[in-house]
Structure formats: C-alpha cells, structure tokens
C-alpha cells in the first residue's frame, strides 16, 4: 500500500505567533497550577514563570526534566506530571474528548466519516495494545487541497497556515489520492476529488493511513518531539531514527488489530523485497534517509519493527517511547526497552534478514 505519509519530527517550523496557545504548553501550566506551584498567568505560553514552577515541580517530585521544556515537549510533561500526582489528569485535555475534527469543502463525507470513526476507534485500541495512557486532544484537519488545508490550519490551530500548505502540497500531489502527516498535536489528511471513485480499497487504505498517522501522534504525546530547528544529530538523538519511527507506524497498521507477530517478519520481507537484498537500518537512521531510501525506510522499518514485537511484546514500543520522554538517548531507550543495544539488533537483523 503506498500513500505519502510522514511524521514531520520538528519541521523547524515554529509555532505561529507567540500569542498563540500551546494545549502541551496550556496543560503543564494548569496541572502546575492545581498542584501549587505558580506558573504565573495560565495562557498556553511558556514563559519565565512557567519554567520557574516547572523546575520546582520536577525537582520536588522527582521528575526527570533532561529535555527544556517547549512547545514540542509540553504534552509530553503534561503527561509525566499528571501520571507522578493522579488527581491532576482531570486538567488532560484528552478528558474533553480524543479528536477536534476540521474538515473542508469539498472533502468526500464518506471519506471524511470514515477517517473520524477509524480515528475514535484505534485511539483506545491503540492506547491498550502500547500500553499508555493518553493525555492530548489532537487536531484533526481533512481538507481537499493544500489550500483549504493550510486555512484550517490557520484558523482552528496554533501552527502557521502557510506553512502547512505548502508541506500539504507535496502529500496532495498524487492525483484522486490520498496523503497524510502529523505534527505534535495535529494530523493532516489531503484527500482528493475522486478518490473514493479511483479505489476499490479505499476503506482498508483509510484504516491503514488513520492507524499508521495515529502511531505517530501518540510518539507526540508521550515523548514530545525535538525542538524546532533542531540539528540533524539532535533530531536523530531526540526522535529516534526514522525506520523505527515509520516501521512501528506501518507495523501497527498492518497487524494492529490481531497484534503483531513475529512471524509476519518473515512474510513482508518476503512480499516487499522479493530476493531483493534489504539494506542495514544503520543507512535507514537519519531524516536524510527519506529522500535517499524513501521506500526502504518503511518496508525494512515496517520488518525491523515487527521483529522487535516478536521480541518483547507490544508494550514495550510504549516504554520505549516512555524512557524516551526522560531525556534519555533513543539508544538508551532502545536497550532499555528492547532488551539489547540498537549494534546487537542490528546484527540480528542482518542475520535474519539479510544473509
Ligand atoms: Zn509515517
């Protein structure tokens, strides 16, 4: 199945304005607030006070803050703060509801609907399978055009809508089809005139794309993203490397449903090299990687991933993303989570997959 989708790890886009409300940002500042450590105003922006209270809280409670506190990582803390005193997950924004739903003119009700129910009902499914509790309400924009999308951007969230187009462009660029991608807090379907008419699957590929899109904001919300305008070597530390951010994505919307096994490692490498020879994931790491090997990326991701299942249960892609969160190194995390170091895996693959 081949639709454009990525997760757009810290674009080096900011947010819109500093005015504009951050829900991470607003969520920290509330729970702060409740728990008594004053924030100063409560409005979404992250300011001195904010990183004052904050600090307070996080040496006071034990609270692991290696990462600075900003837009990217502010759901993040709002979960860890919530998830050290219980009683504050009643300021989560996920209490008020998964999914604030925009769709545009011209999108296919059909189409629309079937992506918010998919949507409603992998959340939960999802959210059980990793092993996580949730605390944001992201925003859902489907639109037919990079247009129609970047004005809902603008209107309904705190990122800039021209710059949203013009990512949008590029995922509505394949004629009656459809694309998708996720910023901390947002997914963005492009879906085209005609598509539904153009393809007989075009249920199963919404419940793959929803499912797969879904993976990766919930990597938004419980491990934040890089900061924006990150480096490379940052980005790679902070988000970990792309196969393994695109192969859980992919891995889950295969098999979600009846969970993954390891078995199927096997079957997908078979079906998507066909005795081709898969390149090493250490050349699938970097943000770079999705020019270069663009279709490798997620099939030796989508393999790898399964593999890594196979070998430690479903829950433990949700620790990983759980240690992630403390400021940990994506290797740290790796060998933590997954009960050897990313060298050690890597050889394995090569000797399961590639010899
Ligand atoms: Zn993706």
Request: hydrophobic share 40%.
């Amino acid at each position: 199945m081949r639709f454009t989708c990525f997760l757009f790890l810290a674009l080096g886009l900011a947010l819109s304005s500093a005015a504009q409300a951050s829900p991470g940002a607003l969520c920290v500042e509330q729970q702060l607030a409740a728990a008594k450590f004053d924030p100063g105003p409560v409005d979404g922006k992250i300011d001195d006070a904010t990183k004052k209270a904050f600090a307070s809280f996080a040496a006071k409670r034990g609270l692991r803050a290696k990462v600075p506190l900003h837009e990217f990582s502010a759901m993040s803390y709002c979960r860890q703060i919530g998830l050290k005193i219980s009683r504050l997950k009643r300021q989560w924004p996920s209490r008020k509801g998964a999914f604030d739903f925009h769709v545009g003119k011209g999108v296919d009700r059909q189409v629309a609907k079937r992506i918010q129910s998919q949507l409603k009902k992998a959340r939960p499914r999802m959210a059980k399978f990793f092993k996580l509790e949730l605390p944001g309400r992201d925003k859902v924009v489907i639109g037919a055009s990079a247009g129609v999308i970047g004005g809902l951007v603008e209107q309904h969230t705190e990122y800039p809508g021209r710059s949203i187009a013009s990512v949008a462009r590029r995922h509505c660029s394949n004629k009656g089809g459809i694309g998708a991608f996720v910023l901390p807090g947002l997914a963005v379907f492009c879906v085209q005139p005609g598509y539904r008419s153009k393809n007989e699957n075009w249920q199963r590929e919404i419940d793959f794309v929803t499912a797969h899109e879904l993976v990766h904001l919930v990597q938004t919300q419980v491990a934040g993203t890089s900061a924006p305008g990150s480096s490379a070597a940052a980005k790679l530390e902070r988000d970990g490397p792309v196969w393994l951010v695109e192969g859980f994505a992919n891995a889950y919307a295969i098999s979600g449903r009846t969970g993954i096994s390891a078995a199927e490692g096997f079957l997908f490498s078979n079906s998507f090299y066909d005795g081709k020879r898969i390149p090493s994931l250490k050349t699938l790491e970097k943000r770079s990687a999705l020019h270069s090997h663009y279709s490798d990326v997620y099939d030796a991701g989508t393999i790898a991933a399964i593999d890594l299942v196979g070998l430690k249960g479903a829950k433990s892609y949700g620790r990983y993303l759980d240690i992630l969160a403390t400021g940990a190194s994506w290797q740290a995390a790796f060998k933590a989570a997954f009960g050897m170091t990313p060298e050690a895996f890597y050889k394995r693959f090569d000797r399961r997959y590639r010899s």
